[in-house]
Structures are given as structure tokens and as C-alpha cells.
């Protein structure tokens, strides 16, 4: 199975719940009936989108091969900890729903062609950047990570035209 990054929409106030009781977002993250991207173990319902193993790498290029910065492209390790607790691997962090406008407009002119100037298999394997096979196949690898960024911009475009927070969650 390995490690996945789901990223979850939630009101403001869902995004305060989570903290009093975290065990909410069970109820936000169902992935029934969620359609699956083919060819990759990327997954979709209209509040949860699972980026699979795909996320370090995405956040890798994202972030010009750093784990973390301060800009809004660090979403997926950034954020505010909703709890103490940890879900999954760790507190679930949440960004609130100014902040995924944020995320949303830097991610806006990010397209193929940028993530292919930074795209390095061999980068990847030597940084150790999960799942730490890139360059068993490079292009196949490109591929996938081409399919998280849509999945990725499409999902939080969403969430930012509804106005809606962001709940991620390391599992």
C-alpha cells in the first residue's frame, strides 16, 4: 500500500470542529464510490481527492525540491495542525478557506510544460522522494505526476470558488 496524501474540503467551521473531535473527519473523508484516475492510484469523490503515492513527488516539484517553503505551493506539508492526535501518520493540518485561494492562484499557471523543465527521475531517487522508484520508469512517472497536478488544481479551483478550507491528511 505505502503512503498517500488525501486532501479533504471542509467549511470553516468543519475545519474548527475537526480540532474539538477529530474523529469528524471520518465522516468527511469517505472515498465510496470515488472514481479513479486510470492507470494511477489517484482517487476523487466532490470532497476528497486522494493523491496516492504521487504527493511527495508533486510537492517535491512544487516546492523546487524542497520538503517545506512558505509559500501557498507548500500545502501538502504546510498548514495549520487541526489537533495534537495524529491521522494517519500524522495531525491532520488544515488551511482555511482564504488560504486555499491562495493555493489555488499559485497553482493556476503551473501547467505540463512547467512540471517537465523540473521533472528529474534520478533527481527524485537520489533526494529520496517517495515512493523512491521514479526512475524504474521516468516517463511513466512523469505521466502520473502530470494527472496529480490536474487532479490536484482542479480539486482545490473548486474548493476556492466555494469558498471552502482544506483539511490534509498524511495516511
Not at 7 to 23: G, H, Y
Not at 111 to 130: G, P
Not at 148 to 164: N, P, V
Amino acid at each position: 500500500m505505502g503512503m498517500s496524501c488525501t486532501l479533504v474540503r471542509s467549511s470553516a467551521e468543519q475545519l474548527t470542529a475537526i480540532s474539538q473531535d477529530p474523529d469528524i473527519l471520518d465522516d468527511l473523508i469517505s472515498l465510496s464510490g470515488a472514481s479513479r484516475i486510470e492507470g494511477t492510484d489517484i482517487r476523487r469523490t466532490a470532497a476528497a481527492l486522494d493523491l496516492g503515492k504521487s504527493f511527495d513527488g508533486l510537492n517535491y516539484l512544487l516546492n523546487d525540491g524542497a520538503m517545506m517553503g512558505d509559500t501557498p505551493l507548500s500545502f501538502m506539508y504546510g498548514g495549520r495542525p487541526l489537533t495534537e492526535e495524529e491521522y494517519g501518520l500524522a495531525p491532520p493540518l488544515g488551511h482555511a478557506p482564504q488560504v486555499v485561494k491562495q493555493i489555488a492562484a499559485a497553482l493556476d499557471p503551473i501547467d505540463a510544460a512547467w512540471i517537465k523543465t523540473r521533472y528529474d527521475a534520478r533527481r527524485l531517487d537520489e533526494d529520496d522522494i517517495y515512493p523512491n522508484d521514479w526512475t524504474d520508469d521516468p516517463d511513466g512517472g512523469l505521466q502520473w505526476l502530470l494527472h496529480s497536478l490536474a487532479a490536484c488544481k482542479g480539486f482545490i479551483a473548486e474548493a476556492a470558488l466555494a469558498q471552502d478550507g482544506l483539511v490534509v491528511i498524511h495516511s
